[in-house]
Structures are given as structure tokens and as C-alpha cells.
């Protein structure tokens, strides 16, 4: 384990098909057991710290200070990674989202959140079908359940894609699968729909962030190891969600290239399991309007029975005199009708 100057640990877990994963941990695990604690996966293009951002931006520092975030790199996107070796086979969505489950054993954290955007998204889901219970709920930014729509066009555009550098074409492409530029309209809404006019970023922010994304790109990440991961996302089977056991928050932007199939998964998925949240006009939900994200994020915890010291946007809350701040974000893992087995528990941590 080692610290960076953020304060943030870094551990190395060793998996059984997925090889070596870098994890990042923001807050105390020690105290997890009154804190909500997230399980992060990034999307494509990028590494954890996309997710680091988002949770370091002024709207979530107050569920920040009550969480701690276990921030997951796809294998081979740690800063200044060397290329991953010819003899390693890059893992499947599927058997990444599975292995994640070494990494909660290893840091000995029995529930937690998932948090995941674009592939990463995918990845989470995978492993809240495969471990229920140990996910307590899944948020997914932007993801796409089947293998149609923009995946074709991946395939084309990066099945060409030989060399180690990513071309123009390429590069375009992936800021087009994060940011998208497609607007799309609702007509009808209902109770569990949310259709969020957002206090959307100046152009200049925009241009900013395309910047960032542009300049991370081309800066640490290795090339060739995000290839790979473009290449497991292309190739990745249906994701079926129908009958998952953990609750679901989806998420997109009315920009975001895939706004039109997180709408068409939410309609096949069980009403009282999913609610989804559509921002207007922005494509990256979480660079572009990170309070409407963090509101959404608590009222899901809070679902949960998570994060119930915070009040709910918009209400005041007044806690009795004999129950501490500490009390009131103590996991209500009564919630929950199923008990971990054994086999699904790390061993108890004496704090």
C-alpha cells in the first residue's frame, strides 16, 4: 500500500483471470462500517481518475466527508503504465465485473455502492448480477446493455486501429462516446422519471473539459492498454439486467450518444427496481453537471438507507439529541432480505 499527496492509498490486488488491478481508496476504511462506501469503474479512454474528479467536486463534499470511495483501474490504466505483455489475455467485461469481488474481499469491505460510467458502468453491473449480495445498489452513468447501436460503429472505426498511438479519427471518436452531441427529447414523464433542466456550463467550461479529456489521452494513459479495453468493450456480450436484485440508478445526458438506449433499457426493467435520470443538455453528466448527479446519488442512498444523516435536497432536518451524526450513517443493512453466506462475507475486521 502507498499514499499519494492527496491523501488518496493505493493498493495492488492480485485476481485469479484478471491479473493484477490497482485500486485507489479515498477515506477510511476503518470506518466503513459508518460510512457508505462505493465501488467506482471508469469508462473508456480514461482511468480512476475521472471518478476522483467528480467526487472531489464541490457538490459532493459533503457525501464525500461520509463515504469512502474504492476507486477500481481497468488493468493496465494506472498512471504510466507499461504496456500490458503479448502473453496477457486483457478480461472480458463479464470476468472483470465477476474479479471485482477480490477487490472488496481484499479490503475486507462487506457492502457497497457501485459506481460506474460507460463500460465501467457494464462492468459494475456484471458484478452485481454475479454478487448480489454484496452490492447494496447500482449507479450507471451511461451504460448500454446490449451490444448494438455505437458499438457497431467501434468496431469499425477501431478495427483499423494497429499501431500503439490513437489517430485523430480515433481520438474523436472516443470523445464522441463520452461526450456524445446528439440532443434528445422526452415527451412523456412519469413519477420515477427524471428530466433535469441543467444549469448546463458555459462553452468555455466545455471546451475545458474536452481539453482535459484530450490532454489525458495523449499524457500518462498507455495507448496500447486502452486499446484493449475498447477492444473488451466492442467484443462484450448482451447485459441482462431484467430481474437484477440490487436497485438501479441510470443515468445519462440528453447529448450523451447513448441517451436513447438508457432510455429503452429503463422501459424493460422492473419499475420498482430503476429510476432514471436524464440531464438536458450535456453529454458527460459527471464533468458537466455534477450536483444534479450528487442530488440524484443521495435520494438513491438514501433508498438504501445510506447517507441518511444528510437531508434530502430541499428539506432541513433536525436529528434527536441521542443519536450521533455517525448513527444516522450507519449503514440499514436490515433493508435487506438476503444474508451474505459465508462463502460471500470477508472475514469479520475488528476496528
Known amino acids: 500500500m502507498s499514499e499519494d499527496e492527496k491523501g488518496v492509498q493505493k493498493y495492488v490486488v492480485s485476481t485469479d483471470r484478471s491479473g493484477d488491478i490497482h485500486v485507489h481508496v479515498q477515506g477510511d476504511l476503518s470506518q466503513q462500517d459508518k460510512r457508505c462506501v462505493f465501488l467506482t469503474v471508469h469508462d473508456l479512454g480514461t482511468n480512476h481518475s475521472s471518478l476522483v474528479d467528480f467526487v472531489n467536486s464541490p457538490a459532493m463534499t459533503e457525501i464525500k466527508e461520509r463515504s469512502c470511495f474504492i476507486h477500481v483501474d481497468v488493468p493496465g490504466h494506472e498512471e504510466n503504465s507499461p504496456d500490458l505483455p503479448d502473453s496477457y489475455q486483457f478480461p472480458s467485461l463479464q470476468t472483470l465485473g465477476e474479479d471485482l469481488i477480490t477487490v472488496l474481499d481484499f479490503l475486507q469491505i462487506r457492502y457497497a455502492v457501485g459506481l460506474g460510467e460507460g463500460a465501467g458502468a457494464n462492468v459494475l453491473a456484471r458484478c452485481g448480477l454475479a454478487h448480489p449480495r454484496r452490492l447494496l445498489g447500482l449507479i450507471l452513468v451511461n451504460c448500454t446493455a446490449s451490444t448494438s447501436s455505437v458499438a457497431d460503429a467501434f468496431r469499425s472505426r477501431f478495427s483499423r486501429w494497429r499501431g500503439a498511438d490513437i489517430s485523430q479519427s480515433e481520438e474523436d471518436f472516443l470523445i464522441y462516446h463520452k461526450f456524445g452531441h446528439v ?151 436490515r433493508r435487506l432480505s438476503l444474508t451474505p453466506s459465508v462463502s460471500e462475507s470477508p472475514p469479520p475486521r475488528k476496528l
Not at 466545455?206 to 486499446?227: D, Q, V, W
Open 183 to 333: 440532443s434528445f427529447v422526452r415527451a412523456h414523464l412519469d413519477y420515477r422519471y427524471q428530466q433535469i433542466t441543467s444549469e448546463c456550463c458555459s462553452a468555455g467550461e466545455r471546451e475545458r473539459t474536452l481539453a482535459e479529456y484530450r490532454s489525458r489521452l495523449r499524457g500518462n494513459l498507455n495507448t496500447h492498454n486502452i486499446k484493449q479495453y475498447v477492444k473488451a468493450f466492442i467484443n462484450r456480450k448482451d447485459l441482462l439486467l431484467k430481474g437484477c436484485q440490487p436497485d438501479i440508478l441510470l443515468i445519462t445526458g440528453t447529448l450523451s450518444p447513448y441517451s436513447s438506449v438508457i432510455e429503452k433499457l429503463y422501459k424493460e426493467l422492473d419499475r420498482d427496481k430503476v429510476t432514471i435520470l436524464k440531464v438536458e443538455k450535456v453529454g458527460d453528466v459527471l464533468a458537466e453537471s455534477p450536483a444534479k448527479v450528487a442530488q440524484s446519488l443521495l435520494l438513491f442512498c438514501q433508498g438504501q438507507g445510506l447517507l441518511t444523516s444528510l437531508p434530502p435536497p430541499g428539506v432541513e432536518r433536525r436529528m434527536s439529541r441521542a443519536m450521533s451524526m455517525e448513527e444516522y450513517d450507519k449503514p440499514n443493512i
